[in-house]
């Protein structure tokens, strides 16, 4: 294995490790990737995220053919789609997060982001959410419904299901899902009760200056 493939495999490890440590990924649910210059390197299927091992990760091409290690997790095409729509992509989270998965069986609060602009973090730090329509997991189906949702974004909701967050690397993948739990957990939490949103020109604002996606 190349060198810059196992600090690849390493970091992913340790991403999943984190995300089970934070309460993100409850039992065998949730996967992580990374992807590399020739492959992209899966959590394989039925195993927790906090007990990955770098010499035991699935290795796709980047096309989605098995080539190597364990097979992958079942939702390998909703990572591949994901990659896809986000170029510079270098790692993708899926979870199965509490008040994520929670947000993501609520209506969208807009047609362009599933959360509202409810706090300057959400914006800053991973901008929209858009809401991909519901499918089987592991479906052809559901990789679609997030290659055509419109517009830039680098993190979804996926209805009644969970969320899905590209990143350059392992660590900003995590970082944005847990960015994306914390503001589903806000408006969990509000519903029921009146809260203000940040204004478009404080969004926008937001959004020239930290280069995230949202209109």
């Avoid at 970091?11 to 992580?32: F, K, M, Y």
Wanted: proline residues 9%; hydrophobic residues 40%; contains cysteine.
């Amino acid at each position: 294995m190349k060198r810059e493939t196992r600090e690849a495999a390493a970091r992913l490890c340790g991403t999943g490790r984190r995300a089970v440590d934070l309460g993100l990924s409850p039992g065998a649910s949730g996967n992580v990737s990374v992807r590399t210059a020739e492959h992209v390197l899966m959590s394989p299927t039925g195993v927790s995220l906090g007990e990955l091992e770098p010499d035991v990760l699935s290795v796709l091409a980047p096309d989605g053919t098995h080539v190597d290690g364990p097979a992958p997790s079942k939702e390998y095409p909703l990572h591949l789609a994901l990659y896809e729509r986000v170029g510079d992509a270098g790692s993708v989270v899926h979870l199965h997060s509490p008040h994520a998965t929670a947000a993501s069986c609520l209506p969208a609060w807009s047609d362009v982001s599933a959360l509202p602009p409810i706090t300057p973090y959400l914006v800053m730090r991973v901008g929209r959410v858009p809401l991909a329509p519901y499918a089987a997991p592991g479906s052809t189906r559901l990789a679609r419904n997030v290659s055509e949702l419109p517009g830039p974004f680098r993190a979804a909701l996926l209805a009644n299901h969970g969320s899905l967050v590209a990143g350059g690397d392992p660590d900003a993948a995590l970082a944005g899902a847990i960015e994306v739990e914390e503001a589903s957990r806000l408006v969990v939490s509000l519903l029921g009760h009146e809260f203000s949103v940040l204004a478009p020109e404080e969004v926008r604002e937001l959004t020239e200056r930290y280069g995230t996606p949202w209109d």
